[in-house]
Nanobody, 124 residues
Framework: QVQLVESGGGLVQAGGSLRLSCAAS????????MGWFRQAPGKEREFVAT????????DYAVAVEGRFTISKDNAKNTVYLQLNSLKPGDTAIYYC?????????????????WGQGTQVTVSS
């Protein structure tokens, strides 16, 4: 089993930045691809970014590409999401996920473990 705990969310003004962290425990995730998803009020959960087990390959949703950066520190068993140029439309609960495979994945059904989420609120 893998436990995932997100942190780093908060309230920020439009144009600001945040860095989300997702610490994994219970098992090393060095061979696991990781992903970030988000869910806004009244909307379905949507893909944000994913990174391969090695950390070499990444993929982003069109809405965040160029503004968000996913990274992975296998030595710390932690994945990060740097959020820059934030917009009010980025307001959501952000979830970290891990999958028992090394390749990137944008479909939430491909993930085996989920964190509890961290709230990101962007004011205009």
């Amino acid at each position: 089993q893998v436990q995932l705990v997100e942190s780093g969310g908060g309230l920020v003004q439009a144009g600001g930045s945040l860095r989300l962290s997702c610490a994994a425990s219970g098992r090393t995730v060095s061979r696991y691809a990781m992903g970030w998803f988000r869910q806004a009020p009244g909307k379905e959960r949507e893909f944000v970014a994913t990174i391969s087990g090695s950390g070499i390959s990444t993929d982003y949703a069109v809405a965040v590409e160029g503004r968000f950066t996913i990274s992975k520190d296998n030595a710390k068993n932690t994945v990060y999401l740097q959020l820059n140029s934030l917009k009010p439309g980025d307001t959501a609960i952000y979830y970290c996920a891990a999958r028992r495979a090394s390749l990137v994945e944008s479909d939430s059904r491909g993930y085996d473990y989920w964190g509890q989420g961290t709230q990101v609120t962007v004011s205009s």
